[in-house]
């Protein structure tokens, strides 16, 4: 009888360390936690375009990013400078001083590559991953291909624009609560391409 009560308590044991034990969070949970740190539309953005009309000073000394625009419609010079053309409205998103090319980015390829050993773990943390995933642009528009427009942003290329981008970050979950978070202060999501204004 003492050896079934040894094994029973074992049971028990067992089962206690397994139920306070963290789990590896779910495909949909990463996906969930993740949507409000990647929801971004990509942009081609500068201070150029944070008002219309861009007047005629500023134009003739950023030719070099005015010329591909006007040559693909966005824009259009006036008695007052350049305009926005009803094509060119059509794109541009006031809050980001450019014109976007996609409105959104897909989450896959989500994996958990690694956990956090508990005695590593924050006070305030029950358990904490490494997570690998890809983004890639819903869609983009073939205007941003133009290799004017390319060439004329800073440090840009079609691959940037187009091809999925692989990250990794960390995501926890904190004592008392079963919501997944980031946490991961190293991690940014900062799509688009920018054009330099001269002055």
Wanted: aromatic residues 8%; contains cysteine; charged residues 20%.
């Amino acid at each position: 009888m003492p050896t079934l009560q040894r094994l029973l308590t074992l049971v028990t044991l067992s089962a206690l360390i397994t139920a306070c034990g963290q789990s590896a969070p779910l495909e949909s949970e990463i996906s969930k936690t993740l949507a409000d740190s990647i929801s971004r539309k990509g942009c081609a953005t500068s201070t150029l375009f944070k008002t219309f009309p861009i007047p005629p000073s500023l134009a003739s000394s950023n030719g070099a990013i005015t010329r591909p625009f006007e040559d693909i419609g966005f824009i259009a010079q006036s008695t007052d400078g350049y305009q926005l053309t009803e094509k060119g409205q059509a794109e541009y998103d006031a809050e980001r001083s450019g014109f976007c090319y996609t409105d959104s980015y897909q989450i896959s390829d989500i994996e958990v590559t690694g956990e956090e050993a508990e005695g590593d773990l924050p006070p305030a943390l029950s358990g904490a991953w490494t997570v690998s995933f890809t983004l890639a642009p819903a869609s983009v528009d073939e205007w941003v291909k133009n290799p004017a427009i390319i060439e004329a942003a800073s440090r840009a290329s079609l691959e940037k624009i187009v091809e999925p981008q692989s990250f990794n970050v960390r995501v926890a979950r904190e004592k008392g609560k079963d919501e997944l978070i980031v946490a991961d202060p190293r991690f940014s999501f900062s799509p688009g391409i920018h054009f330099n204004m001269g002055w």
